[in-house]
């Protein structure tokens, strides 16, 4: 599967984004899918993870504020960020995979997209 992100912006502080992931070459109904970020120098970490059967895990430093989410008519999976922080600023990268997406395990996952720069300006 490819991914593809969009969405990615300059915001200030409080402001709303919605990264799009775009799917093609299969579909993602199957597939675990998640949301990174990484800033330069530093580790990647990991927002939001969508399972399979449609549950959902989130970084405590995002929970309550963003929302992931999938059209699987689209094949498009998503991330509604809201009340925006600078801290939020980072590449943010689609994730995918046929058994499992993990925030501990990034290296294990499957798929990746070239991610979209969050820019919040305070």
């Known amino acids: 599967v490819r991914l593809a992100e969009s969405g990615g912006g300059s915001v200030q502080t409080g402001g709303s984004l919605r990264l799009s992931c775009a799917a093609s070459?299969?579909?993602?109904?199957?597939?675990?899918m998640g949301w990174f970020r990484q800033e330069p120098g530093k580790e990647r970490e990991g927002v939001a993870i969508?399972?399979?059967?449609?549950?959902?895990t989130y970084a405590d430093s995002t929970k309550g504020r963003f929302t992931i989410s999938k059209d699987n008519v689209k094949n498009t999976l998503y991330l509604q960020m809201n009340s925006l922080k600078p801290e939020d600023t980072a590449m943010y990268y689609c994730?995918?995979?046929?058994?499992?997406?993990?925030?501990?395990?990034?290296?294990?996952?499957?798929?990746w997209g070239q991610g979209t720069q969050v820019t919040v300006s305070s």
């Open positions: 994730a995918a995979d046929e058994i499992v997406v993990d925030f501990s395990n990034p290296d294990t996952i499957g798929y």
């Open positions: 070459g299969d579909t993602i109904t199957t597939y675990s």
């Open positions: 969508l399972d399979s059967n449609g549950s959902t």
